[in-house]
């Protein structure tokens, strides 16, 4: 149960800093958040199958923590990418001004 709700926080995470600007630091937590999600949702799969218990709250989990992972990966290259296309396109400005 506790790898749906950090794989539910995880995915929420990264949109808060299109709500709240001041709060653009905190999309770096979905990672971590998402990862613990992944690992207690297979912790409790296990547990589950092992009792002969419904696994369905962990796969649920187990799938939003995995999909916030995906997400959060491609915020981060996103981000890689622009700071790269700003870079150059900083450089080729300097050149064409010659400074």
Request: glycine fraction near 8%.
């Amino acid at each position: 149960m506790i790898g749906l709700i950090l794989g539910i926080v995880a995915f929420v995470l990264p949109f808060i800093p299109y709500m709240a600007w001041s709060l653009y630091w905190i999309w770096y937590f979905a990672p971590i958040v998402a990862i613990a999600g992944v690992i207690l949702s297979v912790m409790g799969m296990k547990k589950a199958k092992l009792e002969n218990q419904p696994q369905g709250i962990f796969i649920a989990g187990l799938v939003i923590s995995i999909i916030a992972s995906l997400e959060t990966l491609s915020y981060f290259l996103c981000a890689v990418a622009c700071s790269s296309a700003y870079g150059a396109a900083g450089a080729a400005a300097s050149q064409l001004l010659n400074f």
